[in-house]
């Protein structure tokens, strides 16, 4: 863990020698500044400070995340569940950025082939639409970081990008906001770095998610019952203020920040919207628990201070306890409370694709983990025990708080970039649609029930299965077919691996195809990388049909390239269009012979037609 920070040098010497002592530290030039352009923009000390990062250091990890200072570490980054080529990275979803495919692109990368992918945004792109966090090698990230930089200036010079970018905060005769996100995106083309959109690198608390996310963003005001946290309302606080604290305040100016409520207080829900509402939660139950560990470890005894972190303590304990029994059975538990009444009325079969993401365990597709073993990581901590660690003891709790004066207020910063849209909530299975739709659905799945009787359930991706499709020896068309409807329901089709793809196979499962420790139990491994990084093809077509808007075998039958054909062996889409233009030209036609004839009646004329 390496913070890089941008001072200048009285403010680098002024810097609380104490927080240095927290985590490694980088200290980079303050950039904000633009001399040449005469520009304030506190963004480019972002790339700015990656730049100077690589001039003074050589780091020895082989793979780099790029977090923002209000990012949250929830779960673990591991390579070897991360598989990419140099070259290609991993980054979030900023679908905002519109400016990647539009005259923007064109003024400013025209040189850029545009891509024929949708892995991190639309088919003739020429960057991607991504934002922090990013993963990549760090050679990639060494040779991209100037082009990012010098994009970013570019960006800020160009005053009709107000109207291509998509920023919805600048208007005519702004530089716009987001100006460094574009510089990431056009610089990461130039330097020949593409992305692969990772949905669950990123989730905005309060927001509803759709696996276990790698990283929580506090950058955007959310509401948890009655409780609401917005960091813009916080630019008084003083993170290093020792007690007394006048923690009454509506917002305090230093200590700790007003505390959410935990899981006594909230309504227990369905499964996705309880662990939604512990997630969110959980991102100031971590930031006031570290808040006081700074605190217990710099600043004197003293009662409030007992007093105030042992309850925050006692909070994060409760929280991140509920959240780790929660993530436990992720991927086998019902996240909807109405999945037994679902399974019962056979929705398991009807919608597949619904059911196997949420209502696995109704279904019957998964065996229930044994319960969670509590290590050392599961002990509470209290204000007397980490004193007793570092030599300290610590003062009882009771005493009052104290009103304490407050810094001078700081002008607020320049308003943050447009956010993405919120999760939906996943819509439950559709029993009351009409029956048409039903028929259809079955449709779509038919076969589907014989194919679960004839192969094993895998927990490979889609992705991974139809990559190990495509490496299956001797398969003949039908039988790839085949393979990838298996996949589709996430089946696996039996046969041979070739030479290559089987010692690919032994690695994969060498390093954990499924881990079992206490923080990743029972997840499935995301290979949808790996298989980008070695075929395009399986890759796009896994990240669509991911996506929500397609389910069971119809997947499959999309994936085939089945257009001409419908789903019950009818008459596909194509051919019903070609249908509709060939009678449409047939009406238009003897119409207009019609109207001829009409013509040379009213004209005198008796020929006929």
């Known amino acids: 863990m390496v913070r890089v920070a941008n001072c200048n040098e009285k403010d680098t010497k002024d810097y609380d020698k104490k927080m240095l002592d927290y985590v490694k530290t980088h200290m980079a030039p303050q950039m904000a500044w633009n001399e040449e352009l005469k520009d304030w923009y506190a963004a480019y000390n972002k790339p700015g400070a990656v730049v ?39 980054g979030g979803h900023y679908d905002y950025l519109v400016g990647t495919d539009n005259a923007l692109a064109m003024r400013h990368v025209p040189d850029i082939v545009p891509r024929n992918d949708t892995l991190a945004g639309r088919v003739g792109r020429r960057g991607d639409r991504v934002g922090g966090p990013y993963y990549m090698h760090r050679d990639d990230l060494s ?47 130039k330097s020949n770095v593409w992305h692969i959109w990772k ?107 007992t007093e105030v972190c042992n309850k925050a303590f006692q909070l994060f304990h409760e929280v991140d306890q509920e959240i780790k029994d929660l993530e436990w059975v992720y991927n086998c538990t019902d996240h909807n409370k109405e999945c037994p009444g679902w399974a019962e009325r056979g929705e398991c079969t009807k919608m597949p694709a619904y059911m196997s993401d949420h209502c ?36 009882p709790a009771g005493a009052p708080a104290v009103a304490s004066p407050s810094p001078n207020p700081s002008p607020p910063p320049p308003p ?19 029956a048409a739709a039903t028929q259809q659905q079955q449709k779509d799945d038919s076969g589907e029930a014989e194919m679960r009787k004839k192969y094993p359930t895998s927990m490979l991706s889609f992705a991974a299965l139809v990559k190990r499709c495509t490496d299956l020896q001797g398969l003949t068309e039908q039988q790839t077919r085949e393979c990838v409807k298996a996949a589709a329901i996430k089946l696996e089709y039996p046969g041979t691996l070739g030479p290559t793809a089987a010692a690919a196979g032994g690695a994969a499962a060498a390093t954990g195809a499924i881990t079992a420790d206490a923080g990743t139990a029972g997840r499935e491994v995301k290979l949808e990388g790996a298989a980008a990084a070695t075929n395009d093809l399986a ?71």
């Open 52 to 90: 100077d990062y690589f001039k003074h250091n050589s780091p020895k990890e082989e793979w780099i995340v790029v977090l923002d200072s209000d990012m949250l570490l929830h779960k673990p980054f591991r390579p070897e569940e991360l598989p990419l080529q140099r070259g290609w990275a991993y």
């Open 199 to 305: 949905e669950d690198f990123m989730l905005y608390p309060s927001y509803t998610p759709n696996s276990i996310p790698y990283v929580l963003h506090y950058g955007l005001i959310y509401h948890v019952g009655g409780w609401t946290f917005d960091k813009h309302f916080y630019f008084d606080f003083d993170s290093h203020k020792c007690p007394p604290w006048d923690l009454n305040q509506d917002k305090p100016k230093g200590g700790i920040f007003p505390p959410p409520p935990g899981a006594k207080q909230l309504e227990r829900k369905d499964y996705l919207s309880w662990y939604k509402d512990m997630i969110a939660v959980s991102v100031i139950t971590t930031v006031n628990a570290a808040l006081c560990d700074y605190h217990v470890r710099n600043c004197d005894p003293s009662p409030q201070l």
């Open 539 to 609: 890759s796009l077509h896994a990240k669509e049909m991911q996506a929500g808007h397609m389910s069971g075998l119809g997947r499959a039958e999309e994936y085939l390239g089945r257009k001409m054909t419908g789903p019950d062996g009818g008459l596909g889409f194509v051919e019903q269009m070609c249908i509709i233009l060939f009678v449409a030209g047939a009406v238009w036609f003897g119409y207009t012979r019609l109207q001829k004839f009409r013509l040379s009646r009213a004209k005198g004329h008796s020929r006929s037609e």
């Open 416 to 434: 943050p970039p447009s956010p993405p849209p919120p999760s939906p909530l996943p819509p439950p299975p559709p029993v009351q649609q009409a």
């Open 360 to 395: 696995r365990l109704s279904c019957k597709q998964c065996v229930p983990p044994k319960p969670r073993v509590k290590g050392p990581n599961d002990k509470l901590l209290t204000v007397e025990e980490l004193s007793k660690e570092i030599g300290k003891t610590a003062a």
């Open 143 to 189: 040779r991209l970081a100037p082009n990012w930089y010098n994009w970013t200036k570019i960006m800020r010079t160009d005053m009709e990008a107000y109207k291509d970018s998509g920023d919805t905060a600048s208007k005519k005769g702004d530089r716009i906001w987001i100006a460094e996100m574009y510089g990431y995106s056009f610089g990461a083309a």
